[in-house]
Each structure stands twice: as C-alpha cells, then as structure tokens.
C-alpha cells in the first residue's frame, strides 16, 4: 500500500473535469483486467469483451451515477477545505495580533473611532433621510403632497393645505388609492396639576389605511367619527403614553382623556413603536375634524370657517398612488386637480401668475422640497466622518505595513517553503480583516454610547431605538467593517507579492526597506492634508457659532422665562382678564430670583403680530413692521435698551395720550430725514387717532439670525386691549433653573382649568443656534479625532523610521554628527510631511470651502486666520510627534548600530 | 443466482471483503465472485455505485495507485468508520439470516 502522507497529491478529484477523467480511467482499468481474465480462460478477445461488458451491466447509467456521487463528494470537500484553510487563517492571525498587543490595540482603537463615527452618523442620515416611517404600507408608493404657488414670480413650495383644498383635491384626482390629512400639534393633555402640553396626532380617518399596524388594543376611528363640521370625540392612545400613564392596561378603552379644550373617550391603542408621520410620538391620535377645534376653536370668529375656505393652509395631506401611476404623473393630476379647486375658491391672485403646481414628494420630510439645515449639516456631518474613517484606515494601513516590512523575512521564508503567493495574501487579508472586523464591534460601542450625545443634539425629540438591536444599523457597520478590511489589507498584501525571496532572505535589517517607505509617506501626506481639512472646517463653524454668541439679539436671553397662558376655552370677560394678567405679573415679581415681569403678545422666533401702519409721511405702509403690546416694564425686563426719548410707564394707560416705541430700524426707514421722536403713527386704521412716538429702541434679532434685524413697534398693553397672551419674566440667575419655581408660582394665580406653560427663552432660540453649535461640536470632534490619529501615524513611522536608519545615524554621528544635527534631520522629516499635508489639504479646503458657505454665519470661508492657525497646528503636531524618536535617534550608540548586522 | 440483493447487503460484502487490504474495484468483484464461486452473480456496475458511495460517506477512503502488472489505478481501503459499519451491519444481517432460517424450517 502506498505511504499516507502522499495521498493529497493524489487525490486530483476535487475539479469536476478530472472527476469524469477519474472514473474513465478507473473503469478502463476494470474492463481491461476482466478482458484479459476472461481471455486467460480460454475465450476469444470479442468474447472476453461481450462477457466483461454482461458482467457489468449498463455501462452509461453507472458511470452517471458514479459522476454525481463523485461531484457532490468533491464539493462536500471542498467546502470543508475552505473552512479549514479559514480557520487556520483565522488562528494564525490571532496569534499573530496576540504578539503584538499594542499595535493591535491601537488599530483597533482608530477603527471604533472611524468606523463608530460613521455608524452614528449613518444612524442619523437614515432617520433623516433613507428610512421610511414604521408601519407605513407599500411606502414607496406613498408621498407627501406639497403645493406650489408663485408670490412676485418666486415659487414657494409648501406641505401645508387647507381641509377644503384636501378635500376637492380627493374628489378630482383619480391617480391614487388613498389619501389621508394629519396635523401634530402641542396640546393640554391631562388634568389638575398632571396637566401637560404634549404632542397629539390630528388624522383623518382615512390616514390608518395608509399603514400596516393593526391596533394593539381596541380600535381606530373610522369615517363615521371623522367629518365636518364636527367628528366624535374618541381618541387612539400612542402606546408608550398608554404604558407609561396606563400601565398597559387593558381598562383604558372607554375612559376618558382630557386633550385641549374638551374629554375624549378612549376608543384604542397604537401598536408599539407607531408614530405616524411625526418622528415625535403622540400621546394620543384624534379626528381632524374633532381637533381641529381644539386648536382653532377660540381663534376663529366663524367656527365652520376651518372647513369652508381656501385660504386656512394648516394641515398636510398624504396619498398612496395606485398601483403604475408615477410620480410624476400623480403630479400632473394633482396639479389639474389643484388649478381646477383654485379657480373655484373666494379670493384668489390670477391663475397665470400664481400659477398653481402640485408635486408629490417622499414621505420623509427632509427629502422633500424643503430639506431643512438639520439634514444639510448632517450630510455634511457625513462627509466629515467619512474622512474620519479614511484617516483611519490611512493609519492602520500604514501600520500594517510597517508590520509587514517587519516581518518580511518571515514571509520570505514562508514563500521559500512553498506557500503559494495566493495564500500568503488570504493570511493578510485575513490579519486586516479580524482587525477590521474587531474595530467595527468596538465601534458599535462607540455608536452607542458616545453618539447618543450627537443623536440628541441632532433630534433631540426623537426616541432612540438600541443600535445593536437594530439590522439596518448592523448591516451597515458590516459592510463598512468589509471594505475597512480590503482597503487597509491592500497595501501589505500588495507589498508582500513584490517580497523578493532571495533578496529578503540574503538582506540584513537595515536594507531594502528605506525607500520602501514612500507609500508611507504618501499615507501620511493624506492623513495630514485630510486632518487640515477638517481643522479648516472647524475653524470655520467655530467662528461661526462665536459670532452667531457675539450677536446682540438686542434681549438678555440667559435670563429671560416666556410664561404662555393657556385658557383651555375658559371664557373670562374682558374686565377679568385684564385682572388676571395684572395678577400673573405681579405674582411673578414677588417670587424671589425674579427680577423683573411683563406682558407680553410677541414672542421673538415663536410668534409676531403685524398691523396696517399710517403715518403724514406715507399713506400706508407695506412690509414687515411687527406689532406688540406690553406692559410699561417690557424693556427692563427684556434688557432691550432705549436708545432715545423714554420707554412706557404707568401713566401710559388707557384714556391717556396714546404712545409708541419704535426700533431704530424702523425710525431709520419711516423717518430717514427726520428725527423719529414726536411723530405720528397711526396703527390699524388712518381714522384712529394719532399714536405719538416717544421712544426708540434697539434693533432685537426676532426671525432668524441671517436677515437683518425686524422693523419693531411697541404700544402700551393698557391702550389696546390687552391682548397678552404670555409673560416674559426676567430672574437674576439663570432662568432656566427658576422654570418650575415660576411654573408653581403662576399656577397658583390661574382660574380653573386654565394653566401656565414656563418656557426659557434660551430654548425657544436653541433650534436657531442648533446647526452652528453642531457643526462646531461635530467639526471639533472629528477634527481632533483626526488630528490625534494623523499625530499617531505620524509618530510611528518616523520612529520605524529612525530604528530603520540606526546604522546611517551611527555613521553620522561616528563621522562627527552632532545631537542637534540628527535632532534636525528627524523632526525635518517630519515637517517636510506635515508641510506637504497643509499644502494639499489647504488647496481642498479652499475649494470645499465654496460649497459649505452657505451654512456658515457672518464668516468667510476662506478666513486666512483660519487656515493659518490649521497649519499651525498640524505643523506643531508633527514636531511633537517627532520630537520623541529624534530624541532616541540623538542617542544612537555608532558601535552598537555599525556592528548590527 | 439472479438475486436481487439489497443494498445493504452489498455494501457489507464490499466491507467485509475490503478488510483483507485496499483493493482495486476488479479485485474486490473478483475476490467476491470466487468466494461465492459466481453465486451470486453480482452485477459489476452496481458495485462500483456502492464503493463510489461508500467514500462519500466515509467509510472507505481511495487513492491512486500501481496495480500488480504496473498500471494505475484505484485502491479503496477501510476507514475507521468503515470498520465500525461493518461490525453493526454484520450483527444485524446475521440477525436477520437466522430470522428467515427460521421461518423456512417451520415451513
């Protein structure tokens, strides 16, 4: 019998060509020993041959058979090879990371930095921007419908749309199955003291068809409850208010619930995790028709005017296409359908220049017409983490290079022994894959833990699923963890199909390997240019947010409560109320911390009020000048400062001389030639009586930071009616930390079933500031990121480099080298780097920096400060990072290093 | 002999002649056909089929080699699983032979 260990070489089946070939052969073989057998006995050759064959029995069918038992046989062991070869693989690069912890830590640790920033980021984009509503049915036939119209031939592009338009939209279109209308709204949920504004979902009966979520308790509500002028007062419950105020239980169908003005019953539950459209789950979901009253009802002189008019633009509407109806057709029917409601409606501009237009748009907001910053900074925020990730993998690419070079004479003696170049790159690939793969796992843990903080900043109101429960998210860092392996596995693997044997075998230490480092240089030459790049960024948005913090709102805002009074339809008559208001501001002033009280109608960002304007100047006057009325103590509350003339007192009130202040803005445009003091302004009407101006204030930022500041007027609370509908309350301290002192106080002042909601001002400015703030926390983070990891790279090849050059630096210094010339040598090195990352880096960032104008505030993108203090600090990064392995070079003992070898 | 055998049963023959040495597919059908002087008249393809078999299950192993007069060809051995086969398959056909002997002696 033939030795054992030889039977691989034999055992050629695997291929299925030679399987065929294998059993000729063995067959060929029968058949001629049974001939000649059957010959030795005496028969004549044919005969032989025809016995062999009877002996036999159908030639073609066994060897059929014998194929197929062969091809499955082969592939069963082929299979079991692969595994095999994997897992030794698999071992020989554990072992070999096992060897060297510290270069394993650090990859790892770049990788869960890289590859964390990106799955929190792809988090957050998929929210945003690719994942479609939960339960939402067939969401790819689904959109949102917005309106177009033209105002002095711009087009605004709008999802807001009146009941009326819905519903003859509805009626005149023929291209989808459904269609649906919902509005979210903030309103008083609860009773007593447990009153609170939360978010409730108004939806027309039609919007449940839209998705595929059964209830988990009860029903919903159908068209029977749902229709004008009124629908029935039941409400579906959102499942984690029913667990958190219910406890889940089933009791709750026919209770009732107190939302906004009037008591709903309890028909059902949402499922689990439902939210509709709004990424901010509702408390509860009612009938349009019902809500509706709830938040119109006190506004509206004529109730059914929700219903009847054109021009109540406040819900939106949602459809489903039928089954190959394109969007784009959908569109054009929707338009028809839009032109034909908008020559039927009361008051309307000429249709050829308002020109009516519908699109249908996605489901997600942010990927409709009106993308909002928060998606624009987060694709940014992409980007940005993807270069992270690049530099990342830069990094560990070049330090498994410098691994590979170390090794290679293992590697050389490996391929002396035969492993076939093939394998040698699989064992690679594999090294950078388990290290590809073990940084994605700590980079999940990144995602979780540290970009929760990014998660909230972003969407501060949106619940947060676990990410590791989550497949779309694992899926992701998978793929992401693939490619991190492949590209960072290329370079050493690439490097070791050019490992000359001989030479590497025949080679001391010291040779064949300095010039070797260029694609390490060119590594780092990407690191630093890509750090600068990110430094640039951050550079600019933290200028950005500094002076967006510089601006002078013209307001104190760290100190300042809006206290909004909530009547929930009480009714108290014009004489009490005026009492109530007195009592809110008085209440407010003896509460210790408070500082200061006044009423108050607009609110900056929230709410502005605006009024026909006449004065002997001009007869009308047109344009954005926004009103409100407040007590004689508004501009010591605010901190808003009067420039010229006084502000309000007490003896403003009703009956006396009526009076204004105006914003130095709007004396600037009304009286540019005149002085504003003792003008007079007529508001409403040009028949009402003269107010004069006796005061002018400074400018306040009130709609957004970018505009110039609004054109503001202000009358005394006592001369117009009283129409407050909120406090402002100005503390010494941070007027955040007084919210629920004030809320208590206030509370106690507030008739029946009416309510106070205490607000900081800082948060009612927040959303506004929000896209700076983040793009400078974001761009500072992952610039450091960066920069700490190009800091890395950048210390570990000069050091590699030096123990590399240890014999030359010998001969140098034997030759007479001082400290100080090598010191040069090796931090030169180094620098020439880092200047070549800055010139690189420097050029992309003033290209880049075009297409991220926009999103900046009041700051240039090409802000030579910025760039300089960047270089700088790449530059300083580098000499500090070649600072350490210049120190050993300068220590280099020549008899040591000359004798190596 | 045109019986039809079951499979098994060939399956054991195969095994049992295998643990004389590895053998080529001819010499087996050669060693089974002159212990039974052609007896049982087994048809040769079908005991390829179940030799084929066999190795994809493990319980013989192949490879190439020279033959006796120097051609190549191919030698299946016993493994250790094969043994074990054999060993249980030989309880239970001699089991069931004295089952039908039984009967048979009655009749």
Redesign the interface.
């Known amino acids: 019998m033939l030795p054992r260990g030889i039977r691989r070489f034999f055992r050629i089946e695997l291929d299925p060509r030679r399987v065929t070939r294998a059993i000729d052969d063995e067959l060929r073989f029968h058949f001629d020993m049974s001939v000649r057998h059957y010959m030795s006995r005496g028969m004549s050759e044919a005969d032989a041959q025809r016995e062999a064959e009877r002996r036999f029995g159908n030639v073609e069918r066994t060897r059929s058979r014998l194929e197929s038992i062969d091809r499955s046989r082969a592939e069963h062991v082929r299979r079991v090879e692969w595994w095999g070869g994997l897992l030794q693989d698999l071992r020989y690069a554990l072992r070999g990371l096992r060897a060297a912890p510290s270069f394993t830590l650090v990859v790892i640790l770049a990788l869960a930095l890289g590859i964390g920033a990106n799955a929190t980021m792809f988090g957050i984009i998929d929210r945003l921007l690719l994942r479609p509503p939960p339960f939402l049915a067939d969401a790819s036939h689904t959109n949102l419908v917005y309106l177009g119209r033209r105002f002095d031939g711009v087009e605004s592009l709008s999802p807001n749309i009146s009941y009326t338009r819905y519903v003859e939209l509805t009626k005149y279109t023929t291209s989808f199955s459904e269609t649906a209308a919902f509005f979210s709204f903030d309103l008083a949920v609860g009773t007593g003291e447990e009153t609170a504004e939360r978010r409730v979902g108004l939806v027309s009966a039609s919007f449940w068809h839209l998705f595929d979520a059964p209830p988990a308790l009860g029903r919903y509500f159908g068209p029977s409850e749902d229709h004008t002028p009124e629908g029935a007062t039941v409400a579906v419950l959102g499942y984690s208010y029913w667990q958190t105020r219910y406890g889940g239980r089933a009791d709750v169908l026919g209770k009732s619930i107190s939302l906004g003005r009037r008591t709903y019953t309890i028909v059902g539950v949402a499922p689990r995790g439902f939210v509709g459209l709004d990424p901010i789950g509702a408390v509860a979901f009612v009938p349009i028709t019902t809500g509706v009253v709830d938040i119109f009802g006190g506004g509206l002189a004529d109730v059914s005017k929700w219903y009847t008019t054109h021009n109540m633009s406040w819900m939106e509407m949602f459809v489903r296409r039928k089954p190959g109806v394109s969007p784009e057709a959908a569109g054009a029917d929707l338009t028809n359908a839009y032109r034909r409601s908008y020559l039927a409606q009361e008051k309307h501009a000429p249709i050829d220049i308002a020109r009516p237009r519908a699109v249908v748009g996605s489901v997600l907001r942010e990927r409709g017409p009106n993308q909002g910053t928060n998606s624009k900074v987060a694709t940014w925020l992409v980007g940005v983490s993807l270069i992270v990730l690049i530099i990342a993998c830069a990094n560990v690419a070049n330090l498994l290079l410098a691994r590979a070079f170390r090794r290679r004479r293992e590697i050389a003696v490996r391929v002396a022994l035969g492993v076939s170049r093939g394998r040698l790159l699989v064992q690679l690939l594999t090294e950078s894959m388990v290290l590809a793969l073990l940084g994605a796992a700590a980079g999940l843990v990144v995602a979780q833990w540290g970009g929760t903080i990014l998660r909230t900043a972003m969407l501060p109101d949106v619940e947060w699923p676990s990410l590791l429960a989550d497949s779309r998210m694992l899926i992701f860092t998978g793929v992401a963890a693939l490619g991190v392996g492949v590209l960072t596995g290329l370079a050493p693997a690439l490097l070791a199909r050019r490992t000359d044997v001989s030479a590497a075998l025949k080679a001391g230490a010291r040779e064949g390997t300095y010039h070797h480092s260029k694609t390490r240089t060119a590594l780092l030459v990407i690191q630093g240019a890509l750090s600068v790049l990110l430094l640039v960024g951050t550079g600019l948005f933290v200028r950005s947010l500094r002076q967006v913090h510089a601006l002078d709102f013209g307001y104190d805002t760290p100190h300042i409560l809006y206290v909004s009074i909530e009547m929930r339809g009480l009714k108290v008559d014009s004489l009490a109320g005026v009492a109530l208001h007195r009592d809110l501001v008085e209440r407010a002033r003896s509460i210790p911390g408070v500082q200061d009280a006044s009423l108050t109608v607009a609110v900056p960002f929230w709410m502005s009020w605006s009024n026909d304007l006449f004065t002997q100047a001009r007869d009308s006057i047109h344009g954005d000048y926004l009103f409100n009325t407040v007590s004689p103590s508004y501009f010591a509350t605010m901190g808003t400062r009067i420039v010229r003339g006084r502000g309000f007192t007490e003896a403003d009130r009703d009956g006396a001389p009526p009076v204004l202040v105006i914003s130095q803005s709007m004396a600037r445009k009304l009286f540019p030639k005149t002085d504003a003091l003792g003008q007079c302004i007529r508001v409403g009407a040009d028949t009402v009586p003269c107010s004069t101006v006796i005061g002018v204030s400074a400018d306040i930022v009130d709609r957004n930071l970018t505009d110039p500041p609004g054109l503001e007027y202000y009358a005394p609370a006592a001369q117009h009616g009283d129409g407050a509908n909120g406090l402002f309350v100005r503390t010494r301290g941070d007027a955040s930390e007084m919210t629920a002192t004030v809320r208590r106080e206030l509370q106690r002042v507030m008739p029946g079933v009416s309510y106070v909601v205490v607000t900081p001002l800082e948060k009612i400015l927040e959303p506004n500031v929000r896209p700076w703030r983040l793009g400078a926390t974001m761009f500072a983070l992952f610039g450091g990121l960066a920069l700490l990891l190009a800091a890395v790279g950048l210390y570990s090849v000069i050091a590699y480099n030096v123990t590399q050059r240890s014999h030359e630096l010998g001969v140098r210094i034997a030759l007479g080298a001082q400290g100080r010339d090598v010191l040069r040598l090796v931090v030169g090195s180094g620098l020439r780097i880092a200047v070549a990352g800055v010139a690189i880096g420097g050029g992309i960032a003033l290209v880049a920096g075009r297409f991220i104008a926009p999103l900046l505030y009041r700051v240039s993108p090409k802000d030579p400060l910025i760039y300089v203090v960047a270089a700088v600090t790449l530059l300083g990064v580098a000499v500090l990072a070649s600072l350490v392995p210049a120190m050993r070079a300068t220590r280099v003992d020549p008899n040591v290093a000359l004798r190596a070898d | 002999m045109d019986l039809d055998l079951l499979q098994g049963t060939l399956d054991l023959l195969i095994l049992k002649t295998l643990t004389w040495?590895?053998m080529?597919?001819?010499a087996v059908?050669?060693w089974i056909g002159d212990t039974t002087d052609d007896d049982l008249q087994i048809?040769?393809?079908?005991l390829?089929?179940a030799l084929?078999?066999m190795?994809?299950r493990g319980w013989i192993?192949s490879?190439?080699?020279l033959?006796e007069n120097n051609?190549?060809?191919?030698?299946y051995?016993l493994t250790a699983a094969g043994r074990k086969q054999l060993r249980s398959q030989t309880d239970v056909f001699t089991r069931y032979a004295r089952a039908v002997f039984k009967v048979l002696q009655v009749a």
Not at chain 2, 43 to 46: D, F, H, L, M, R
Not at chain 2, 71 to 75: C, E, S
């Open positions: 040495g590895p080529h597919g001819y059908a050669r048809e040769e393809g079908a390829y089929t084929h078999r190795e994809k192993d490879e190439w080699g033959s051609r190549k060809a191919k030698y051995e």
